[in-house]
């Protein structure tokens, strides 16, 4: 029988897929509930194995095995460990966890693309019949494959009781388990990636600032080739503001390094030796520490913001917007410049946003930036590098790592078990 299913008006692949339990359904009968999918999640995964097992329950059935079988790709995507799958469907289908089968295939070169969802009964000795049916379908694993999503995709389903028909698709089934496993190193690299995951949710990185400053509020004006040739000329009659290099005039009107000159060191060295991990994208650092600094910043800057807001004051910019626009108007007359004063209305709303640049003006007492949500960021191949990267530096230290690189070095080696608590632990100790 072969059905369109998930349309408006007519059933829903699951809804098919539960009536032909019924329809099938022999009191006191062991079946295994078979499923091959490309895309796959653990919310259809477990609606999909609740209602097939509901139904056998409701007709003295018994849900003996749950084997399913997904492409590689969107297993890797999933994020998901197999073992955490299996025992998510396992609690669901009532089951012990040695008769809960859920495995990623690969087949190089190529997408595991076929969907079929099956409940398969044993052999019958007399006749070597299996009981059950075999569902071929258009539908993945997914909530729009089985018509559960408000944006269902319209599929088509055919539903075959055939005996013959269900040992071969129970063959082609082991067929695909036992010649198209994926290589160990690939599912080690997902178990690496997983606990990198797991193990850099925990904290942050903040990226090494190697800027300066006063690079957001200089003028920087350019050079005509008649300024290039009389640079000695500018530099005297400007020389007093401007500074003349090979191709452009340069001028840093607020003197930060003056202002910053008794710049707070709230964190030595130690402090981040304790409490960070040197990485390949910069420092990681467990969110409660990274509050903390965060804290100690806000409360380091803020008398050096006072101060800036009156250097940047409207009076102060009045008169440095003036000054500066003699100069650029003669050196713009005299065709030294290519820039004419127009220029400046940029530079004054640069300075004058200056004190409100809490995160910038930080870097001058922590060199170092946040990276937001670089997990989101950058990609599989990088995460797993930088997690190798890190935990080769760990296994050829000399030295017992403390601190936080003592817990992580803990972390690796356990699967990242009571990880949160270590580090919050971590934490009441240093406080």
């Known amino acids: 029988m072969v059905t369109l299913v998930n349309l408006p008006d007519g059933p829903k692949l699951l809804d098919v897929i539960a009536e032909t339990v019924v329809n099938t359904a022999k009191p006191g009968k062991k079946k295994s509930l078979y499923i091959i999918s490309c895309y796959f999640d653990i919310d259809t995964i477990l609606e999909v194995v609740k209602c097939v097992k509901s139904k056998m329950d409701e007709h003295k059935e018994i849900l003996q095995r749950v084997k399913i079988i997904v492409d590689i790709g969107d297993f890797i995507k999933s994020r998901q460990k197999i073992d955490k799958i299996k025992q998510i469907i396992s609690d669901v289908a009532g089951n012990d966890l040695e008769k809960v089968y859920f495995k990623p295939i690969y087949v190089s070169g190529q997408l595991l693309h076929a969907k079929s969802y099956a409940l398969i009964g044993g052999v019958n000795k007399k006749t070597q019949e299996r009981s059950g049916f075999t569902a071929v379908t258009s539908g993945n694993l997914t909530q729009r494959g089985m018509g559960i999503d408000r944006k269902n995709n319209v599929e088509i389903v055919q539903i075959d009781t055939n005996s013959s028909n269900i040992i071969n698709f129970r063959d082609s089934f082991y067929k695909l388990n036992v010649n198209y496993s994926v290589p160990s190193d690939r599912l080690q690299q997902q178990d690496d990636f997983l606990l990198a995951l797991t193990i850099f949710s925990e904290g942050c990185f903040y990226h090494k600032w190697d800027g300066a400053l006063s690079s957001e509020i200089r003028i920087a004006l350019n050079l005509t080739e008649k300024g290039k040739r009389e640079r000695d000329k500018i530099n005297l009659a400007f020389g007093n503001l401007f500074k003349p290099d090979k191709d452009t005039l340069s001028y840093t009107p607020i003197d930060l390094k003056r202002l910053f000159e008794d710049t707070p060191k709230p964190f030595n060295k130690s402090?981040?030796?304790?409490?960070?991990?040197?990485?390949?994208?910069?420092?990681?650092?467990?969110?409660?520490?990274?509050?903390?600094?965060?804290?100690?910043?806000?409360?380091?800057?803020?008398?050096?913001?006072?101060?800036?807001?009156?250097?940047?004051?409207?009076?102060?910019?009045?008169?440095?917007?003036?000054?500066?626009?003699?100069?650029?108007?003669?050196?713009?007359?005299?065709?030294?410049?290519?820039?004419?004063?127009?220029?400046?209305?940029?530079?004054?709303?640069?300075?004058?946003?200056?004190?409100d640049r809490q995160d910038l003006l930080q870097l001058r007492i922590l060199p170092y930036e946040k990276v937001p949500d670089l997990l989101d960021s950058i990609d599989r191949q990088l995460i797993i590098r930088i997690f190798l990267r890190l935990k080769s530096q760990i296994a050829i230290s000399k030295r017992q790592p403390s601190g936080v690189r003592g817990i992580i070095a803990r972390a690796i080696n356990n699967g990242a078990i009571n990880l949160s608590d270590e580090l919050i632990r971590h934490v009441q100790l240093k406080s």
């Open 271 to 355: 402090f981040w030796k304790i409490n960070s991990v040197e990485t390949l994208v910069g420092r990681w650092v467990p969110h409660n520490i990274a509050s903390t600094v965060d804290q100690v910043l806000s409360e380091s800057i803020a008398p050096y913001i006072v101060k800036l807001r009156e250097l940047t004051s409207k009076n102060n910019l009045d008169r440095m917007f003036n000054e500066l626009a003699v100069e650029i108007s003669e050196m713009k007359r005299k065709r030294y410049i290519k820039e004419d004063v127009s220029c400046l209305q940029n530079w004054r709303n640069k300075v004058a946003e200056l004190p």
